[in-house]
């Protein structure tokens, strides 16, 4: 997970560049290919009268992949770093490898 790029202009947000969000959901459990970003841009209509857009705001929430089995199958669940109450219940090396990917995503927020 790389930064976002905004090109801010006058205090309006003139074009937003994101750079690779990592893997949405992969089988990949490596350090750091464990997880990516899901990009949140906000838009609105201009009330100029021109039908233009304007980006109100960008930013984005980081999510860790989670790949365990469940009656003989893999699964796989998208879960926001944010949120450490899932089930079924992380476990502590699941718990450290979520937290150790978010730590390391490089989003410069």
């Not at 003989?72 to 490898?97: C, F, N, R």
């Amino acid at each position: 997970v790389q930064p976002l790029v905004k090109n801010v202009v006058d205090n309006k947000i003139h074009s937003v560049v994101y750079y690779s969000l990592g893997n949405f959901i992969s089988n990949q459990q490596r350090e750091n290919t464990d997880g990516g970003a899901i990009a949140e841009i906000t838009l609105r209509m201009s009330d100029n009268g021109n039908e233009d857009v304007e980006i109100v705001s960008c930013n984005y929430s980081l999510a860790w992949v989670r790949k365990y089995k469940e009656e003989g199958k893999l699964k796989y669940v998208l879960i926001p770093t944010d949120k450490e109450d899932v089930t079924p219940i992380l476990s502590d090396d699941e718990l450290s490898a979520m937290k150790r990917f978010a730590d390391n995503a490089n989003i410069g927020k």
